[in-house]
Each structure stands twice: as structure tokens, then as C-alpha cells.
T-cell receptor, first 116, second 117 residues
């Protein structure tokens, strides 16, 4: 079974400050890991993903995340927050399905608030 | 590329009626589509996995007779909520897996807000 834990349902940062959103996972097989962003009343947009290879992955909008197997973590960071980053962020882990495809398991989400 | 649309974006229906939600991959073919449900301020819960030309696979606890899924073509999957009740009010999101790409690539639609009165 797979699971994702996002520490902190709400995170508030000042504009220009570092953004750190935490994600820990549990998986019995090597995981695929994802961060998605959701703006109000919209679907999910992929920020970045880790599958294999380099453990530091860069995504859109200046976000990056580092896969740390020893810590079972995949924390999302951005050096300098912008007002437009205010949104809900979901970490997800994936496992392969028999016959192809994959099944995503989402964390409970972290609401990021950016203040002036 | 890899755009997924949903129609309608919002729908209000009366209790006891049925409502159909469409999920389309606009610029790619999808063998597999997924349907999620999201309650306010909560995460996405997978309801079912829809494979083109075969029956959908439902997650535990999801009533297959209430949430009918049809994946009739490589670009269209539909979710029909039958005999809707107020507790079915929710945000429904679909995603699609692109043929020929990595097994991990899912593209999400913008969601459908269902309100049952």
C-alpha cells in the first residue's frame, strides 16, 4: 500500500520568502512522486515529478523538490514566494497498475498563503 | 499539448435526477481515464479507473450502480451520477493517461462542480 503525508495543512509565508512544503511517503516499491497545484475551482496542474535519475527535480514556476530515499521525503521548495503562488498544493505517489497505467494516491494538501 | 476538458463545468440538479459529466482528451488519445471526487478543503479521492472498451474498475466503497462510467472511445469518458442526492454534491475531476507516454503521466481536467438540491 502507498500513502502520502503532508505536514501542515496551512502554510503562510511573506512575499519573497522561502517556500517549504513538506511531503513524506510510504511505498513498498520504488515510488514515482509528484507535486500538483490547484487554484480555486480548477483542476490540478503538474508542478514537477520524480521517476528515476537525478533526485533534485525542477518544475514550473521556479519550484523544485528533492527525493530523499533515506528520509522517505519529497519536500517542495521555492526560493522566493510570489503572490501568485497562493494555492493548494498536493503531493502524490504513484504505483503501476496491472495492465498498464498508474494509480495516484494524494496527500491531504497544503494551503499556501502568501502575505505582503 | 495534453489538454483535458470537462463538461459541464458547473451543474445544479434536483434530487432524484441523473446527471452526466463528460471528460475529453482534446489533443491526444487516452487508453485510461480516472475519475476523482473532491470534497471542500479535502484531497482527491479516486473513484474509478476507466479503460477504453472495457468495464471500469471501481475503488472500494464506490457504488458502481450509482456512478456509471463509460469509456466509449479513446478521447471520451463519461460519469453519470444516477438518482443524485444532496450528499453527491462535490467537485468531480477526471484525468487521462496518454498513449505511448510514461505510465506515470496523467493530465487533469478542470473539474465539474455538482450541486444537488
Amino acid at each position: 500500500a502507498q500513502s502520502v503525508t503532508q505536514l501542515g495543512s496551512h502554510v503562510s509565508v511573506s512575499e519573497g520568502a522561502l517556500v517549504l512544503l513538506r511531503c513524506n511517503y510510504s511505498s513498498s516499491v520504488p515510488p514515482y512522486l509528484f507535486w500538483y497545484v490547484q487554484y480555486p475551482n480548477q483542476g490540478l496542474q503538474l508542478l514537477l515529478k520524480y521517476t528515476t535519475g537525478a533526485t533534485l527535480v525542477k518544475g514550473i514556476n521556479g519550484f523544485e523538490a528533492e527525493f530523499k530515499k533515506s528520509e522517505t521525503s519529497f519536500h517542495l521548495t521555492k526560493p522566493s514566494a510570489h503572490m501568485s503562488d497562493a494555492a493548494e498544493y498536493f503531493c502524490a505517489v504513484s504505483r503501476a497498475l496491472t495492465g498498464g497505467g498508474n494509480k495516484l494516491t494524494f496527500g491531504t494538501g497544503t494551503q499556501l498563503k502568501v502575505e505582503l | 499539448g495534453a489538454v483535458v476538458s470537462q463538461h459541464p463545468s458547473r451543474v445544479i440538479c434536483k434530487s432524484g435526477t441523473s446527471v452526466k459529466i463528460e471528460c475529453r482528451s482534446l489533443d491526444f488519445q487516452a487508453t485510461t481515464m480516472f475519475w476523482y471526487r473532491q470534497f471542500p478543503k479535502q484531497s482527491l479521492m479516486l473513484m474509478a479507473t476507466s479503460n477504453e472498451g472495457s468495464k471500469a474498475t471501481y475503488e472500494q466503497g464506490v457504488e458502481k450502480d450509482k456512478f456509471l462510467i463509460n469509456h466509449a472511445s479513446l478521447t471520451l469518458s463519461t460519469l453519470t451520477v444516477t438518482s443524485a442526492h444532496p450528499e453527491d454534491s462535490s467537485f468531480y475531476i477526471c484525468s487521462a493517461r496518454r498513449i505511448g507516454r510514461g505510465a506515470y503521466e496523467q493530465y487533469f481536467g478542470p473539474g465539474t462542480r455538482l450541486t444537488v438540491t
